[in-house]
């Protein structure tokens, strides 16, 4: 009953911003642009300290290599949830960060508002390559532009019981094709189980999200020094479950 009033809450107050970003949003683009980051920079932290304080749910931000972590790179990552997106915001205050997601996701309100207002790559879901690739590089010409941080999830959708699926290239080889970064590969955890209403109402209480860097690759200067990044980033995002469910004797179900 506390985990639903506590997502009641939160989706109320979420939904006065949403209210807001409507109103802004055909006025003015340096307005909906200013709200937008206003919201996650106070909103984001809200949710997650909420979600400790109310029902205890935890969110494990580990320091390993943050504070080497260029001021201009790519961040790749395993992918359980929409969460996700929210989660990394609060793992990274302060960074400019755009994320490539679904087109589908634009439309989502809210955060579809913000994605559009902050100009994220919404790409979309399959059959249309060209328009993708296009897409893709004006993304990445805008990121390099202006000194933000792109944030890809390899597996192109999300995980439905937390395992590791397939990492794909084409996506990642487009963004480094013109403008190479280094490479922070992140780990994070536990988002599938509230990835769902019903996920939500099950496994808030007392649930936990963990996200953590594992390694920062130099700006791959090949294609097969990309692709050791993607196999070797993949390889690396599993280790890290593993170790993490065997510690705390939490397993996939």
């Excluded at 010409?141 to 937390?162: K, N, T």
């Excluded at 996506?171 to 992140?186: E, S, T």
């Excluded at 509230?194 to 209480?205: E, P, S, V, W």
């Amino acid at each position: 009953m506390l985990a639903f009033i506590v997502v009641f809450g939160l989706v109320y107050i979420a939904g006065l911003g949403a209210i807001l970003l409507v109103l802004v949003y055909p006025v003015s683009k340096k307005a909906r642009l200013a709200l937008s980051d206003l919201y996650i920079k106070t909103m984001v932290p809200m949710v997650f300290k909420a979600f400790n304080v109310y029902v205890h749910f935890r969110t494990l931000r580990y320091k390993d290599h943050k504070d080497k972590l260029p001021e201009h790179c790519m961040i790749i990552a395993n992918h359980q949830s929409l969460l996700d997106i929210i989660l990394f915001m609060y793992f990274f205050p302060g960074k400019a960060l755009r994320f490539v997601a679904k087109e589908e996701l634009g439309k989502a309100p809210l955060i579809g508002q913000i994605l559009r207002a902050q100009e994220h790559a919404l790409i979309p879901r399959s059959g249309q390559p060209a328009r993708t690739m296009k897409l893709l590089d004006a993304f990445s010409g805008r990121v390099i532009a202006r000194g933000q941080i792109p944030v890809l999830f390899p597996e192109g959708h999300r995980s439905r019981d937390g395992s590791v699926g397939t990492f794909y290239a084409a996506g990642f080889r487009r963004l480094m094709k013109d403008h190479p970064l280094p490479v922070a590969v992140c780990a994070l955890d536990g988002g599938y189980r509230i990835a769902t209403l019903d996920g939500i109402f099950r496994n808030l209480r007392n649930g936990y999200y963990r996200i953590k860097i594992l390694k920062i690759y130099p700006a791959p200067p090949s294609k097969e020094a990309q692709m050791h990044i993607l196999e070797e980033g993949k390889a690396l995002i599993q280790a890290q479950l593993d170790e993490w469910r065997a510690n705390d004797g939490y397993c996939i179900r």
